[in-house]
């Protein structure tokens, strides 16, 4: 619970102690009615350090708690009995905490009306897109207002007073909040804020780094290349790629139009929270839902579950609709209530329900691609099954469990259940490989954002035809070339010195490659490198009876090389003779 103002005073010594910066104050600060019972603030967060945000309602002549809201909150609806539906002068006041540090008030008022007209309080956000005109209007019900008001209408936009219309184009990605109206008995209004959340329009995908060379690969190279930074989206920096055991799907994440939805489910992405996730919940025809729940633990039973820790709750950002294939953060009945629970749209027509249903849901990024669309199908086409009271620890709804069973079991086996494998931060782009010019040489496959390199035992070169493509379809190009050549170098050791004095010590040793050795040498005591013979095949043996060592302390040095060229580390081997 947050104090009031305390009329105390501490006396304390503050050496050594390191005091919190203050949180910058917020900007923009308007108080609005949507209508006769509710009295909501808005305002610009420009903090970056702030635990919290306090909002207090002046009565009786003294501040009392209105609400404490999240760190990064721009927005409170207070929707309250205590508000008089009679007209009233109320007086707000927002400020960004941090601990310790006594915060910033900024006031706003609003003179609230009273009235049977009523704005939507389902719909604070719509959509547009980069250069392309659109049209919204303003919903209102209860009545016909004498006519229609706005305030912050971005630039490129038109308004019209008579009908209420808002339409242009706007030509800047990113999120433009304005305050709608109606204005009835010549001089009241009623406002509720509106936030136009612009998506990029169609683009074309780059090759971020046009100039890399992929080092010569060894003849025995088997293992993923994470290529990634390869290409690019310029309009569409964010991107996340789904592993699941149906395969890979890449959305792209509207980072500009709904950045505060997005920071918090890379948070989670980045966390590694998602990984081997439960998709717990998926209704046909209608969505698939998961980040609620993981397994008890890696070796749990099916049936043990435990749940993904929630971070604070998000500011709901509704506006983009949730059309097929959008991803959108799941909720409970309160707007601003999602934490880490997602869900993916596979209906054509749910948008009509869930862009109003109880202030929309947040919508904040697309699946690329048909591919991707047939994985997410995929699990929403899988048999489901009731399993509350049968899992425990879950914390989430198990009315809706997709299993993998052709006939879904009374309890889950260890195959049931479909997991969410891993959630990666990944450019938004589909790759694929077009071609390999020389299979003869090199196996080749592309895996979500890893390419798979196999070497077929041979020297050689070939060329990797790589395609990144974008939300759009759009795609790029980019020819790999790799080398596999024997890069590897031979490996050698001494299995056994014999022998003492002038006649000679006889040496013994082995000598391995990848592919094939050629000869090895030797030195004494730091003199001359001398050629000690030829070695073949994979694995060699050597065996010679070297001369030129001293009594007392002697040092041995031995080197192998492959047909290649390449050479081993120096073996040192020192001993004494007597």
């Known amino acids: 619970m947050r104090l009031q103002t305390l009329c105390i005073l501490f006396l304390l010594?503050?050496?050594?102690?390191?005091?919190?910066q203050a949180p910058a104050a917020p900007t923009g600060v308007v108080a609005f009615a949507p209508s006769q019972s509710r009295a909501h603030l808005s305002w610009i967060d420009n903090a970056t350090n702030e635990t919290a945000y306090w909002v207090d309602r002046f009565e009786n002549g003294a501040w009392v708690v209105a609400a404490t809201l999240p760190a990064d909150f721009e927005l409170v609806r207070l929707d309250t009995a205590q508000l008089s539906t009679l007209a009233q002068s109320i007086r707000y006041r927002v400020a960004a905490v941090v601990n310790g540090v006594e915060p910033e008030w900024v006031e706003a008022t609003v003179e609230k009306p009273e009235g049977s007209l009523n704005l939507a309080a389902n719909l604070e956000g719509s959509e547009a897109r980069v250069g392309v005109p659109f049209s919204l209007g303003i919903p209102v019900s209860g009545g016909v207002p004498?006519?229609?008001?706005?305030?912050?209408?971005?630039?490129?936009?038109?308004?019209?007073?008579?009908?209420?219309?808002?339409?242009g184009t706007i030509n800047t990605l990113g999120v433009y909040r304005m305050f709608t109206g109606v204005v009835?008995?010549?001089?009241?209004?009623?406002?509720q804020v509106r936030y136009l959340r612009v998506i990029p329009s169609a683009?074309?995908?780059?090759?971020?780094?046009?100039?890399?060379?992929?080092?010569?690969?060894?003849?025995?190279?088997?293992?993923?290349?994470?290529?990634?930074?390869?290409?690019?989206?310029?309009?569409?920096?964010?991107?996340?790629?789904?592993?699941?055991?149906?395969?890979?799907?890449?959305?792209?994440?509207?980072?500009?139009?709904?950045?505060?939805?997005?920071?918090?489910?890379?948070?989670?992405?980045?966390?590694?929270?998602?990984?081997?996730?439960?998709?717990?919940?998926?209704?046909p025809g209608f969505m698939i839902q998961s980040g609620g729940a993981r397994p008890a633990s890696p070796t749990a039973s099916p049936t043990q579950w435990s749940g993904i820790p929630g971070q604070p709750v998000i500011q709901n950002e509704s506006g983009i609709s949730n059309r097929r294939g959008t991803i959108a953060m799941a909720r409970s009945v309160p707007i601003d209530s999602a934490t880490s629970e997602w869900f993916l749209t596979t209906g054509e027509d749910e948008h009509f329900n869930l862009d109003f249903q109880n202030g929309g849901f947040a919508a904040f990024g697309e699946v690329i691609g048909s591919a991707g669309m047939a994985v997410v199908d995929g699990i929403n086409s899988l048999q489901r099954r009731n399993y509350a009271g049968i899992i425990s620890g879950a914390g989430v709804d198990l009315a809706n469990v997709p299993v993998f069973d052709s006939i879904a079991p009374v309890t889950p086996g260890p195959n049931s259940l479909v997991l969410i494998e891993a959630i990666e931060d990944v450019p938004p782009l589909l790759l694929q490989l077009v071609s390999n010019s020389n299979p003869s040489v090199l196996n080749a496959s592309v895996s979500g954002m890893d390419i798979f390199l196999e070497s077929l035992g041979s020297v050689g070169e070939t060329n990797l035809h790589l395609r990144a493509t974008n939300f759009d379809g759009n795609t790029v190009d980019f020819v790999m070339p790799v080398r596999i050549d024997d890069i590897e170098s031979p490996r050698v050791g001494l299995s056994?010195?014999?022998?003492?004095?002038?006649?000679?010590?006889?040496?013994?040793?082995?000598?391995?490659?990848?592919?094939?050795?050629?000869?090895?040498?030797?030195?004494?005591?730091?003199?001359?490198?001398?050629?000690?013979?030829r070695l073949s095949g994979a694995t060699?043996?050597?065996?010679?009876?070297?001369?030129?060592?001293?009594?007392?302390?002697?040092?041995?040095?031995?080197?192998?090389?492959?047909?290649?060229?390449n050479a081993s580390s120096v073996l040192k081997q020192r001993f004494t003779l007597n």
């Not at 229609?148 to 308004?159: M, R």
């Open 146 to 167: 004498d006519s229609y008001s706005i305030a912050d209408l971005p630039a490129g936009l038109s308004f019209s007073e008579s009908t209420g219309e808002i339409s």
């Open 184 to 191: 009835f008995e010549e001089d009241k209004i009623f406002e």
């Open 540 to 565: 060699g043996k050597f065996s010679r009876t070297l001369k030129g060592f001293k009594r007392g302390k002697n040092l041995l040095e031995i080197q192998t090389f492959d047909a290649n060229g």
């Open 13 to 20: 010594s503050l050496s050594g102690l390191a005091r919190a």
């Open 203 to 283: 683009s074309t995908p780059i090759v971020a780094r046009p100039d890399f060379v992929l080092p010569t690969q060894n003849v025995g190279v088997r293992g993923f290349l994470d290529i990634a930074f390869l290409f690019a989206d310029p309009k569409r920096p964010s991107g996340a790629l789904f592993r699941t055991p149906l395969g890979n799907f890449t959305v792209a994440l509207f980072d500009q139009a709904t950045p505060k939805t997005v920071n918090n489910f890379l948070g989670y992405v980045r966390r590694g929270d998602y990984n081997n996730s439960y998709v717990h919940r998926s209704i």
């Open 496 to 533: 056994s010195l014999k022998g003492r004095g002038a006649s000679g010590v006889l040496v013994k040793g082995v000598a391995a490659d990848n592919q094939s050795l050629a000869s090895w040498k030797y030195r004494i005591n730091r003199g001359k490198w001398k050629n000690g013979g």
